[in-house]
């Protein structure tokens, strides 16, 4: 039988006598799915809300006669979802001292357009506690030892990333807790006083300050502890031979 074309060919293909018997195959049913909302992570084309929530940290540092206050201001994303995180947005550093204006200008804006990139910032914190003042650095509230401004701003920022869940400090196991125990009551007993006579009655509390500070230092370790590399606090004491750190469990000899 002859048919008449009447359109152009475009195209075209054989068919066998066992393609025409096998049946065409039906259609994939079309699957109803939900709407999956959009997760948005930190980019530098986030507009600032008008509302943000934040901390203020006080630091009071040896090197300057005023404290400065650190405002670090963070941005909720995807508030109310399973997806919602914290992450800081801006920083403000503010002070009666004016000596030093300028590069704290600096660091607040730098800090605050790296916040905004997005990704991972939590950099940030190693790079300001390497920060070493030529002048040398202080110890502040606890024994901790801060080598400069910076780096005490850099231990703010990274005090502030632990609280929100940026940052996760590596847990220390039991074992670990019970050594340190162990090692820092083996080391108050071998280097105990021996026991003074009692006090009169009646006597000032001068004495009694005077013995609590024989017994530990600023930090709450022992008076005789000196700078662990580790950690940073006046706790590296020397037993069996080696240097050890009653706080984080640091060891030289392993």
Known sequence: MAIKIEKKI????????EDKAAPAPAAAPVKDTAPVAEVIQMHESLERPETLVGNTYKIKSPLFEHALYVTINDIVLNAGTQHEQRRPFELFI??????????????TRILSAVFRKGGDVTFIVEELKAVFDPRGGYFKAGGIYMPSIVAEIGAV??????????????DMSEATRQLIAEKRAAYEKANAKPAEPAAPVGAGSAGDTQAASDTTNA???????????????????????????LNCGYSKCG
């Not at 503010?94 to 660091?107: E, G, P, R, T």
């Not at 920022?157 to 590596?170: F, N, Y």
């Not at 700078?227 to 750190?245: S, Y």
């Open 10 to 17: 475009k195209g075209y293909n054989v068919v066998k006598p």
């Open 94 to 107: 503010n002070s009666k001292n004016m000596d030093h204006f300028q590069w704290i200008v600096a660091l």
């Open 157 to 170: 920022i990274e005090q502030h990333m632990k609280s929100i869940g940026l940052i996760h400090d590596p």
């Open 219 to 245: 930090s709450g370790f022992p008076p005789g502890a000196t700078l662990c590399a580790k950690c940073n606090t006046q706790a590296l004491v020397l037993m069996d031979g080696c240097q050890t750190c």
